[in-house]
């Protein structure tokens, strides 16, 4: 059973800092391409950031690039999302997803960041 366990999200100020984590396991994560998407009040899931199983491609949205920097430790089974200079914008609920031959999906955590 796969289990992706988001933790790290909370309630900053603007400019501030948050870093996600993103514990996966139930599967070969180092095989395994992984992103992050958030979720806005009303809104659609939208892509964030993603590192391929090798980490050699990273991708990010356009309103994060330059602030967002994703990683991974293929020896923690873990991905990371090192959130700079956060904006009121950035708040959603941010979403782990693991890519192998299916998608997998944690169940959120929480960004609130206040102007």
């Known amino acids: 059973q796969v289990q992706l366990v988001e933790s790290g999200g909370g309630l900053v100020q603007a400019g501030g800092s948050l870093r996600l984590s993103c514990a996966a396991s139930g599967l070969t994560f180092s095989s395994a391409d992984m992103g992050w998407y958030r979720q806005a009040p009303g809104k659609e899931r939208d892509f964030v950031a993603r590192?391929?199983?090798?980490?050699?491609?990273?991708s990010y949205t356009d309103s994060v690039k330059g602030r967002f920097t994703i990683s991974r430790d293929n020896a923690k089974n873990t991905v990371y999302l090192q959130m700079n200079s956060l904006k009121p914008e950035d708040t959603a609920i941010y979403f782990c997803?693991?890519?192998?031959?299916?998608?997998?999906w944690g169940q959120g955590t929480q960004v609130t960041v206040s102007s």
């Open positions: 590192i391929t199983w090798s980490g050699g491609s990273i």
């Open positions: 997803n693991a890519r192998t031959f299916q998608n997998y």
